[in-house]
């Protein structure tokens, strides 16, 4: 009897037009929202690819600095074992090489024009995994931190160490060594000084104790940036294993 109800036969199709309308449109949207989260996977993938590279290029410069903060702990300690009232008694043939490590404040300055660049752009949010946007977060305070130790340094090497290097020795002797050293034919001053001057001055082993403090603390916040890179990388490396 339904079958000879022509109001009851187009309701029925109506609604069966409505419904599949709908089916298409649902289906529309979720082959869309595929496509937008198929885009938005392959932005971040390629973001945490580029963040790899920069990071990577990153340790090999921080592995650098290490090394000259390393050398210049090492210069201090070695200095603060020769002053003594008795210098006198010996002559101290790298005295310009441990001067100039004393001036020299080898600075780490990461790459981070992919960081910025992603920043920048937004690409950053595409980037689902929170581990790794914190643990960037958290190098970004390190590097203020670093940075800090860096200008206490230079104001103790530019304030201090070189005035009194400029009025007891001459910066004509100071001998540059490792990766910086400089051609053999650098000449020397030749003014008659006295090494002892500097090796049995109470106010030079004060200043080589400043700088050995504040070298001391540059090389621990340096070593923790080291440790927050190679993590950074190593999460980076097992959310692209994911993929």
Same mark, same amino acid.
């Given at each position: 009897m339904a079958d000879d109800n022509k109001p009851m036969k187009y309701m029925r199709y109506a609604i069966g037009e409505i419904l599949l309308v709908v089916v298409g449109i649902l289906i529309a949207i979720s082959i869309n929202n595929w496509n937008e989260e198929r885009k938005e996977n392959k932005i971040g993938l390629n973001a945490l690819t580029k963040l790899k590279n920069e990071f990577i290029e990153n340790q090999d410069l921080i592995n650098i600095a290490l090394t000259l903060h390393e050398k210049t702990?090492?210069? *201090? @300690?070695?200095?603060?074992?020769? @002053?003594?009232?008795?210098?006198?008694?010996?002559?101290?043939?790298? $005295? !310009?090489? %441990?001067?100039?490590?004393?001036? #020299? @404040?080898? =600075? %780490?300055?990461?790459?981070?024009?992919?960081?910025?660049? $992603?920043?920048?752009?937004?690409?950053?949010? #595409?980037? =689902?995994?929170?581990?790794? @946007?914190? =643990?960037? *977060?958290?190098?970004? !305070?390190q590097l203020e931190e670093y940075n800090y130790f860096i200008s206490m340094n230079s104001s103790i090497s530019i304030d201090l160490i070189i005035p009194y290097t400029v009025k007891n020795y001459t910066m004509k002797n100071l001998k540059p060594s490792g990766i910086y050293e400089v051609a053999d034919d650098h000449i020397s001053s030749e003014f008659d000084l006295d090494q002892n001057i500097l090796l049995t001055s109470m106010e030079f082993e004060n200043l080589v104790e400043q700088r050995r403090l504040a070298s001391a603390g540059l090389t621990i916040v340096a070593n923790n940036l080291k440790i927050s890179q190679t993590e950074i990388i190593q999460l980076i490396s097992k959310e692209l294993n994911k993929q």
């Open positions: 702990n090492y210069t *201090t @300690i070695r200095l603060l074992e020769l @002053i003594s009232p008795y210098a006198t008694q010996y002559k101290v043939d790298s $005295l !310009g090489y %441990y001067v100039n490590d004393l001036i #020299f @404040i080898p =600075k %780490y300055s990461p790459n981070k024009s992919v960081l910025n660049s $992603l920043i920048s752009s937004g690409d950053i949010n #595409f980037i =689902k995994n929170e581990d790794i @946007i914190q =643990k960037i *977060t958290n190098w970004n !305070g």
